[in-house]
C-alpha cells in the first residue's frame, strides 16, 4: 500500500489490487467515524465523494463499492472499489470466494491517480 495524499485530517493510500481500490484514512487514530471532528468528517466525506464520481467517469465500472469495517484494524477508514463484471471476485467482495481468474484491461492507474489529486487539492 502506497500513501498517495495527506492534510492534516485523513491520508488516503492505494490498496493494490487488480481493480482500482482506494482507502480514505483518519490521520488521528479514531477506533469509530462518531468520534470523528465535523471536519474530519466533512474531509472524508469530500474525498470519499470525488474519488467515487472519479473512478465512475474514469472507468465506467458495473458498480462502486464503498465499505468501512475496522475490524481487523481498528482505524478509521473507508475502501473504495471499482468493480468490473469480469473481476476474479465479482460479484462477491473482493475479500469473498474467487469466482475467476481475470485480466482486467483498464485505463491507466496513474492518471487516474492525478485526477484524484488535482479534485482533492494536490
Not at 487514530?29 to 474514469?58: G, Q, R, V
Not at 465499505?67 to 473507508?78: I, K, T
Not at 487516474?112 to 479534485?119: D, G, H, R, S, T
Request: aromatic letters at 14%.
Amino acid at each position: 500500500m502506497s500513501k498517495i495524499y495527506s492534510n492534516s485530517l485523513i491520508f488516503i493510500e492505494v490498496h493494490e489490487s487488480e481493480i482500482p481500490w482506494l482507502k480514505i484514512f483518519t490521520c488521528k487514530p479514531h477506533k469509530e467515524f462518531s468520534y470523528c471532528s465535523t471536519d474530519e468528517k466533512n474531509a472524508i466525506w469530500n474525498a470519499l465523494d470525488s474519488i467515487e464520481k472519479i473512478m465512475l467517469e474514469y472507468y465506467q465500472p458495473e458498480k462502486i463499492n464503498i465499505a468501512s469495517f475496522g475490524n481487523m484494524l481498528p482505524h478509521v477508514h473507508w475502501h473504495i472499489m471499482a468493480r468490473f463484471q469480469n473481476d476474479s471476485y465479482f460479484p462477491e467482495p473482493m475479500w469473498g470466494p474467487k469466482q475467476r481468474e481475470a485480466s482486467l484491461k483498464l485505463p491507466d492507474f496513474k492518471l487516474f491517480i492525478e485526477k484524484v489529486l488535482e479534485a482533492i487539492g494536490n
